[in-house]
């Protein structure tokens, strides 16, 4: 697909594999991979992460303007769900759990945090436990890794696997 998008920073295949979302540092595209049309154009989002919930109805994405946020939009028409707004650096990830009940976001503020996909409340924040290993810890019905960048959760959603980066930004 041509893009007149700056770089492009992040993409996403939806689910059934009928469409792609792209991000960049002047907005977010969601296209159809059938005729190459553009569906929705989000402009003035600068992108840093998307990731579609797995029934391919939700789009969430992040990025660090015009502040830290997580924005979720409705894939059939574009429309805005809901905006989250509780991390305090930017946030570089996110990923839905297998069956979409929770949607995981990681951050420069050293935290993960779970969000109910139900009526996107907080669920728990994880704080940072190193800066530069993996550490698994057990909590209730999940574990998690994490330590500051790129996350996924495993098939059974009782893994959340974080990959670090090695620069601040």
């Known amino acids: 697909l ?15 594999g009928t469409k792609i979302a792209s991000g960049a540092f002047n907005g977010l595209r969601l296209w159809s991979l059938a ?14 992460s998307v990731s579609f919930s797995p029934d391919g109805t939700i789009l969430a994405s992040t990025g660090f303007y015009p ?8 894939v059939s028409d574009g429309s805005l769900i809901q905006k989250l ?9 996110l990923t ?8 995981a ?9 779970l969000w109910s996909a139900s009526d996107w409340t907080l669920l ?23 330590n500051g960048s790129h996350f996924r959760t495993s098939p059974s959603a009782l ?10 930004f």
């Open 85 to 93: 707004e509780d991390h305090t650096n930017l946030i570089y990830d």
């Open 159 to 168: 893994l959340l696997a974080q990959a670090m980066r090695r620069y601040p």
């Open 2 to 16: 041509n893009s007149p998008l700056d770089e492009i920073k992040t993409i996403a295949f939806s689910p059934d």
């Open 105 to 113: 976001s990681g951050s420069l503020d050293g935290t993960v945090r």
């Open 67 to 74: 502040n830290w946020a997580i924005w979720l939009h409705r």
């Open 35 to 48: 005729d190459e049309t553009l569906l929705q154009e989000y402009k003035d989002l600068l992108t840093d």
């Open 124 to 146: 728990e924040t994880l704080k940072e436990r190193h800066t530069h290993n993996m550490n698994a810890t057990s909590a209730p019905s999940i574990r998690r890794h994490w």
């Open 96 to 103: 839905f759990s297998p069956d979409g009940s929770i949607l």
